[in-house]
């Protein structure tokens, strides 16, 4: 189908702006990775997306620097800088605008630094780390339940299979489980479910607490080849090699957000670390049981 074309040839120019928001992106380099002529391009990403090319860039950029607002220790001048604004006052301005209020105030609302509570830094405070003589890695044990571990885990490149939603999507199993009906009948046929061992994930492009509820993108992915050939409104991509957080958990499906939740709020406050900008994903090593769910929750740190 033409539209599942298209949608393709987007999400591949939006799988690189994501990557590069702290370049400067030309209308014309953007084209090219479309396959689209520069005049057709702006006009078939705005019916596509409903943002202009440069209004999405924008607001990815803002909601980059609100979500490291929330998580890290940089100053608001050095990430803003880092996310691709070259002037302090242009980024000031656009801030306010779209959050109704300036970065220092959002910052000291927000900041997760501010939001351990004595009953978090207490549960955290009752854990401990240890060094794991089989993995050589440091792991820790905590009293949160449906945790089985967390730690600290060099990641390979993973390359996936993807299709993408776009719009809300927490709480809705009945979404996931047609977005994963349609990856295994693409992938099915293609012999992308007998070459071996697989996994699936879920990869999460937006920060949830700070993007636009109506533009939050999610894509439900397979492991492939790097070298699979996709088509129509199925994509690829690699989640990227690097340092992460790794929480296994067994949680049913009204849980995964406490996971998240506990991990993002209270872990991550108190154990000296500081998320990276990369995507964050859900790793499943395999199917549910009896409506339980065994989750690799794979967060990006910063070295």
């Not at 591949?12 to 928001?21: F, G, H, R, S, T």
């Not at 492991?223 to 690097?242: F, Q």
Request: with cysteine; net charge neutral.
């Amino acid at each position: 189908m033409i539209e599942n074309e298209y949608k393709y040839r987007i999400n591949k120019v939006i799988d690189y702006i994501e990557k590069n928001l702290n370049e400067d992106l030309s209308l014309q380099d953007l084209a090219q990775i479309s396959n689209f002529s520069k005049y057709h391009f702006s006009r078939i990403f705005l019916a596509v997306t409903g943002e202009t090319v440069f209004q999405l860039i924008l607001r990815l950029r803002l909601e980059r620097i609100a979500s490291l607002l929330v998580h890290s220790r940089d100053s608001i001048s050095d990430i803003a800088f880092a996310s691709g604004f070259k002037s302090l006052s242009v980024f000031s301005k656009n801030f306010t605008s779209y959050y109704s209020e300036s970065a220092t105030n959002f910052r000291k609302k927000n900041s997760n630094l501010n939001k351990v509570n004595s009953n978090l830094t207490k549960n955290y405070l009752e854990s401990s780390l240890y060094i794991c003589n089989q993995t050589k890695s440091i792991k820790w044990k905590t009293n949160m339940k449906n945790l089985e571990s967390i730690e600290i885990k060099e990641l390979p490149n993973i390359p996936v299979i993807y299709i993408r939603h776009t719009g809300p999507y927490q709480g809705d199993n009945e979404l996931f489980e047609t977005l994963f009906s349609k990856l295994f009948a693409w992938a099915g046929p293609r012999g992308l479910l007998d070459s071996g061992p697989f996994k699936t994930a879920i990869v999460y492009h937006d920060d949830v607490n700070v993007a636009d509820k109506s533009k939050l993108r999610t894509s439900v992915c397979l492991t492939a080849s790097e070298n699979t050939v996709v088509d129509g409104e199925i994509g690829k991509m690699t989640l990227e090699k690097g340092k992460y957080v790794i929480g296994k958990f067994t949680v049913n499906a009204e849980e995964f957000q406490e996971a998240w939740d506990w991990l993002m709020g209270s872990w991550f406050p108190t154990s000296g670390y500081i998320p990276d900008d990369k995507l964050c994903f859900e790793l499943y090593p395999e199917e549910p049981d009896n409506g339980l769910f065994k989750v690799e929750i794979c967060v990006p740190i910063k070295i």
